[in-house]
T-cell receptor
Framework: AQSVTQLDSQVPVFEEAPVELRCNYS??????LFWYVQYPNQGLQLLLK??????LVKGINGFEAEFNKSQTSFHLRKPSVHISDTAEYFC???????????FGSGTRLQVQP | GAGVSQTPSNKVTEKGKYVELRCDPI?????LYWYRQSLGQGPEFLIY????????DSGLPNDRFFAVRPEGSVSTLKIQRTERGDSAVYLC???????????????FGPGTRLTVL
């Protein structure tokens, strides 16, 4: 079975600073990888996804993530964060051939002025 | 509608009672998913419908949980003999089955917060 680990439960950062949210997964078969964001009192929203091809994936709101197969990682990055990026971020995987998403426990990004 | 809607937004019930949670997917989306999110955790997959049929119910925790989608649109998640451990936010998502197939984006609703006293 696959699993997803988000090592950082909270990441405080100052506005305009860069940020990296870490995600590692384990699976014995090929996977698709996703990052979702959950703003307060809103539903989960897809930031970006890796299916195949280029390992650097660009998403909405200036976020990007890099798939590293050898390290089984899919870290999310943004070069300069804004107050409005304060939210909960979830990494997820799905096995190729299945639609069910397996989520990590989430990382709360707290952007401070 | 513009997005996935779920009703009620909040549900408080007593241990042992029966509850129904409703999901209205995005119009035209043939795939529908239920997830459960406990406090401090990521969403956990419960069941996936393709049209009217449950294509994958491997995440349902036990036989107290049941879901239907009789006309291929609205879905209802039913929980019998509720337990305090069922308290969580229940999320619904939908996706189209266009050329993306298995990789079609899942769009999530705001969830129903279930509290079992």
């Amino acid at each position: 079975a696959q699993s997803v680990t988000q090592l950082d439960s909270q990441v405080p950062v100052f506005e305009e600073a860069p940020v990296e949210l870490r995600c590692n997964y384990s699976s014995s078969v090929s996977v698709y990888l996703f990052w979702y964001v959950q703003y307060p009192n809103q539903g989960l929203q897809l930031l970006l996804k890796y299916l195949s091809g280029s390992t650097l994936v660009k998403g909405i709101n200036g976020f990007e993530a890099e798939f590293n197969k050898s390290q089984t990682s899919f870290h999310l990055r943004k070069p300069s964060v804004h107050i409005s990026d304060t939210a909960e971020y979830f990494c997820a995987v799905s096995l190729t051939g299945r639609r069910a998403l397996t989520f990590g426990s989430g990382t709360r990004l707290q952007v401070q002025p | 509608g513009a997005g996935v809607s779920q009703t009620p937004s909040n549900k408080v019930t007593e241990k042992g009672k029966y509850v129904e949670l409703r999901c209205d997917p995005i119009s035209g989306h043939t795939a529908l998913y239920w997830y459960r999110q406990s406090l401090g955790q990521g969403p956990e997959f419960l069941i996936y419908f393709q049209g009217t049929g449950a294509a994958d119910d491997s995440g349902l925790p036990n036989d107290r949980f049941f879901a239907v989608r009789p006309e291929g649109s609205v879905s209802t998640l039913k929980i019998q003999r509720t337990e305090r451990g069922d308290s969580a936010v229940y999320l619904c998502a939908s996706s189209s089955t266009g050329t993306g197939g298995l990789t079609d984006t899942q769009y999530f609703g705001p969830g129903t917060r279930l509290t079992v006293l």
